[in-house]
């Protein structure tokens, strides 16, 4: 019996999400130490302090159930930014939202829109309930929202932009989103997964939740795993319309959130000091990478996010394996159709300058940081 044959449909063409290197693993395999991982987007300053007071004032509860409403975090989401929490949908991470989008709205045979070399999540969620992927090719390796709209059918069903994108950051402003969003029709969900806006200045952040008081089939998902540094919690959030909410929530597993992520999720959105620092090393660092690339003469992807991707014109698997034996790891995305890049997260300025040393050992380039 192969039970790929009974597997439905969709899942038979998906292969397993490819996750960064664990350091532990390489440390197994290469027998080295003093590793660097910048592979996964994660928040180099490490698990805020905020939470850990938070997590540990509520380790002598694990014996109940998490509060399947996560109250206390929707009031503290509802007040940092203006919206009722009747708006709001928590997600184990934010993958578990962009799933839980897929299963309320789309069915087999409906379609569901993503842009080529956007976030992997999509294509697997829209694979496996069998709906009809729409892949759009990039334009300049970020959405051509023009391939979008000439896409829309009656059957399509979802659309998913993430903005920035991952893995080659690229941005959409607020008057190309509006500019789009005013011409999908009111039956079609729109997910914009913001799952780096914090990284963007301020002046350039889109204000989504005041798009969602003009379009009602808007959905704006959010995740705690980077600037905020909860990944291996798994906590994220959806802010939409209240009817779309409500039936996201007769989807959701009743208690998707534990309760350690919903308590840490409260600390850390209340830590603005945490998240403002978090931001402004990567500006800073973001900084060091361009000029690092422009000097050495490597081409980039311009970046809003907490990476960047390098194009090396060749083949990037053996400049990653050379990495790891440097102890650094990056990402490679040849799983995206990128075999040429390799994604760098910012790490903190010792991290950045191991990986520029060790890069420019691996290409034979001189020393210029
Ligand atoms: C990392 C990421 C997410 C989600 O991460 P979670 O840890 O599940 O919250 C969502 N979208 C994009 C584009 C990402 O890069």
Not at 50 to 65: G, P, V
Not at 164 to 184: R, S
Request: hydrophobic fraction near 40%; charge should be negative.
């Amino acid at each position: 019996m192969q039970y790929i044959n009974i597997a439905n449909q969709g899942v038979k063409s998906l292969s397993p999400y490819q996750a960064g290197k664990p350091i532990e693993e390489l440390e197994r395999e290469l027998g080295i130490s003093n590793i660097i991982k910048l592979a996964s987007n994660e928040n180099p300053f490490g698990f805020p302090e905020s939470a850990k007071r938070a997590i540990n004032a509520q380790l002598n509860q694990l014996t109940r159930y998490p509060d399947a409403n996560g109250f206390e975090l929707k009031q503290t989401i509802a007040q940092k930014f203006g919206v009722q929490p009747n708006q709001i949908t928590l997600g184990n991470g934010s993958n578990d939202l962009l799933e839980l989008f897929a299963h309320t709205f789309a069915s087999e045979h409906d379609e569901v829109i993503y842009s080529q070399y956007a976030f992997i999540v999509y294509p697997l969620v829209t694979k496996a309930i069998n709906a009809v992927a729409k892949e759009i090719p990039a334009k300049n390796w970020g959405h051509d929202l023009n391939g979008f709209l000439a896409a829309l059918s009656d059957k399509t069903k979802l659309i998913y932009i993430a903005n920035p994108n991952n893995p080659t950051g690229n941005f959409l402003t607020e008057q190309e989103i509006d500019a789009f969003l005013a011409q999908i029709p009111e039956t079609v969900i729109v997910v914009l997964d913001e799952a780096y806006t914090e990284f963007t200045q301020k002046e350039e952040r889109i204000d989504s939740f005041s798009l969602l008081k003009k379009y009602p089939n808007l959905i704006v998902s959010r995740s705690l795993s980077k600037a905020y540094g909860l990944a291996g919690l798994r906590i994220g959030y959806a802010v939409s319309n209240p009817e779309i909410a409500d039936l996201l929530n007769r989807v959701r597993q009743p208690f998707n959130c534990n309760a350690l992520a919903l308590t840490a999720a409260v600390a850390v959105m209340n830590d603005d000091h945490f998240v403002e620092k978090v931001a402004e090393n990567n500006r800073s660092e973001m900084i060091r990478y361009e000029t690092f690339c422009q000097k050495h003469n490597l081409e980039y992807i311009p970046s809003k996010g907490n990476f960047i991707t390098i194009n090396f014109k060749q083949p990037a698997a053996p400049i990653y394996d050379a990495l790891l034996h440097e102890g650094v790891i990056v990402r490679p995305i040849a799983g995206y159709g990128m075999p040429n890049h390799l994604r760098i997260s910012i790490g903190l300025p010792e991290e950045n300058d191991r990986f520029f040393t060790a890069l420019s050992k691996v290409l034979h380039l001189p020393l210029i940081k």
